[in-house]
């Protein structure tokens, strides 16, 4: 589905909680959140970031989308008001039992009207992050220094929108977790995995999941003309782009993998040509990336197990097998019979977004098959 222009920011009854909200941080600052941070800060749609006037000189700085605290979850299995194309993100939450993961899935159509959910999951606190303009997406662990942080969007900066942090005060970038502002300036949240799919494939992959209950008005308004690596990019965030990088369409789907400080992006459609996996180094790590050919899974988990190497083939129907052990590995990194069966890969840092934020936030990336 193609975007329109950012008018779709200025529509009633969404312009004044997504002005002050998209509008916070519209400005640039350098690349290190410098203290000229919020002085570089461009007002948007009338409103203002913390501490600033708006155009129409009246403080607007409570105006902000709220996030998402309480959801209500139901056993996957059982919903009725998700459809099997409908993208969502996935997330595995560790039983407090020590018996396994929890699935979790949030639609697209969801999140897309609150931007970032602050949830426990599990026992486990959890933020996770969505920009369905350009795609992206991440969970990370929101305490820092016993301290529990509360994030909500609050403005425009790099190709997406920046969050702040009611608990600090501090500014956050959503996608690489970086202190940008105030008391928590420089300080790096611990990301956790986030899986995006249609819930169609993450229900196959994980039918024990619970999803988000939700009204289906939500499908409509804010968002709702955007899906993962729909074309076109508005004015205004095309203007806050710090770095460009034309190696690829603006919008194509990636999976950016970050290893030992090495950035490496790998575009979906590569990735679906390959088959259901590649196996390379980056960062100096084996790393082995699964993919389901033609969807939006894929994961990138280091190929080893208790310290040991691990080499694939592929099986008669594709699927990736393990040499040594002749274990099948599922895109969750889970092994199903052989040697290995039951045991789980360590995942690497990866998530699926458009090249476009990828590039500007990870600025001189390599590129798979490049």
């Given at each position: 589905m193609a975007r329109s222009n950012d008018t779709?920011?200025?529509?009633?009854?969404?312009?004044?909680?997504?002005?002050?909200?998209?509008?916070?941080?519209?400005?640039?600052?350098?690349?290190?959140?410098?203290?000229?941070?919020?002085?570089?800060?461009?007002?948007?749609?009338?409103?203002?970031?913390?501490?600033?006037?708006?155009?129409?000189?009246?403080?607007?700085?409570?105006?902000i989308l709220t996030p998402l605290d309480a959801p209500v979850w139901v056993e996957g299995a059982a919903a009725k008001h998700l459809r099997a194309d409908d993208p969502v993100l996935g997330y595995l939450a560790p039983r407090g039992d020590g018996t396994g993961e929890q699935p979790y899935a949030i639609p697209w159509w969801v999140l897309k009207n609150y931007h970032v959910a602050n949830v426990e999951l599990e026992g486990e606190a959890v933020c996770i992050t969505l920009c369905e303009r350009c795609s992206s997406a991440a969970a990370w662990d929101p305490v820092v220094d016993g301290q529990r942080l509360h994030l909500r969007v609050k403005g425009i900066y790099d190709g997406t929108h920046v969050c702040f942090d009611d608990t600090t005060q501090s500014w956050f970038t959503p996608f690489t977790g970086r202190g940008m502002h105030g008391p928590l300036k420089g300080r790096q949240l611990a990301r956790k995995r986030l899986d995006q799919a249609t819930w169609g494939d993450w229900l196959e992959l994980h039918p024990t999941t619970r999803v988000t209950l939700a009204d289906e008005k939500m499908r409509l308004g804010h968002g709702s003309e955007d899906s993962p690596g729909s074309k076109g990019l508005g004015s205004r965030m095309r203007a806050s782009i710090r770095h460009h990088d034309s190696r690829l369409p603006e919008?194509?789907?990636?999976?950016?993998?970050?290893?030992?400080?090495?950035?490496?992006?790998?575009?979906?459609?590569?990735?679906?040509?390959?088959?259901?996996?590649?196996?390379?180094?980056?960062?100096?790590?084996?790393?082995?990336?699964?993919?389901?050919?033609?969807?939006?899974?894929?994961?990138?988990?280091?190929?080893?197990?208790?310290?040991?190497?691990l080499r694939f083939e592929r099986a008669a129907d594709g699927a990736p097998i393990e040499s040594g052990s002749q274990s099948r590995f599922l895109v969750s990194g889970a092994a199903r019979g052989g040697t290995h069966d039951g045991r789980r890969l360590v995942p690497v840092e990866y998530g699926m977004e458009e090249w476009y934020i990828?590039?500007?936030?990870?600025?001189?990336?390599?590129?798979h098959g490049e």
């Open positions: 779709r920011w200025d529509r009633a009854p969404q312009a004044v909680a997504l002005a002050a909200l998209l509008l916070a941080s519209g400005g640039c600052g350098d690349a290190d959140g410098g203290d000229d941070f919020l002085a570089q800060v461009k007002l948007f749609d009338g409103a203002a970031a913390e501490g600033h006037a708006a155009d129409d000189g009246h403080d607007h700085s409570h105006d919008n194509e789907l990636i999976l950016g993998v970050v290893v030992g400080g090495v950035a490496r992006a790998y575009p979906m459609a590569r990735l679906s040509a390959a088959g259901s996996f590649v196996a390379e180094t980056v960062g100096g790590v084996p790393i082995i990336v699964f993919h389901k050919p033609g969807t939006w899974l894929a994961a990138a988990f280091r190929a080893e197990l208790d310290g040991k190497p990828w590039a500007t936030q990870h600025p001189g990336s390599e590129l």
